[in-house]
């Protein structure tokens, strides 16, 4: 079998183009609105359908920290109440095949192929604090007009 799997770790999601400090997960979602085309002459008990709006989304989860190698809470919380759209990228880091084991200076860096970017909306960001545990957020971002894909 050709191909080598991608390690987790080493796709991200880039704001602005900074990486989001102590990041844990990452995630991308395309969908595709539908629309119900069945008619009579359409058969019996298969439902047709028509593709029509293309949106998506992406989110993160991250510990918590004040001062991070890379976009913090309170970054993204200004981002946030700015309420202007922001630039995203999906793809691997810069250096994922040299990768080190610390962040370097500023965070990690945006590939410059493999990427799929577009315009967000932060839509929300969530602290959590648990007692006993690390502090941790989430932030969701909302696509703002086409996400578009760099070989």
Request: hydrophobic residues 35%; proline residues 3%.
């Amino acid at each position: 079998m050709a191909g080598q799997v991608i390690n987790g770790g080493d796709l991200m999601l880039f704001i602005d183009d900074k990486s989001i400090a102590f990041a844990t997960s990452h995630k991308l979602s395309i969908n595709v609105e539908t629309v119900e085309t069945t008619s009579k002459d359409s058969g019996g008990k298969w439902v047709a359908k028509a593709a029509r709006k293309i949106s998506w989304n992406c989110s993160t989860e991250n510990l918590y920290s004040n001062d991070g190698e890379g976009m913090t809470f309170d970054q993204l919380f200004d981002k946030l109440t700015a309420r202007t759209p922001i630039k995203a990228v999906f793809c691997l880091e810069k250096d994922y095949a040299t990768k080190k084991d610390e962040v370097p200076s500023g965070g990690w860096l945006p590939a410059t192929t493999g990427t799929y970017s577009g315009n967000v909306i932060i839509t929300a960001l969530e602290a959590n604090a648990p007692n006993g545990d690390n502090a941790t957020f989430t932030a969701s971002f909302e696509g703002v007009g086409a996400l578009t894909k760099t070989a």
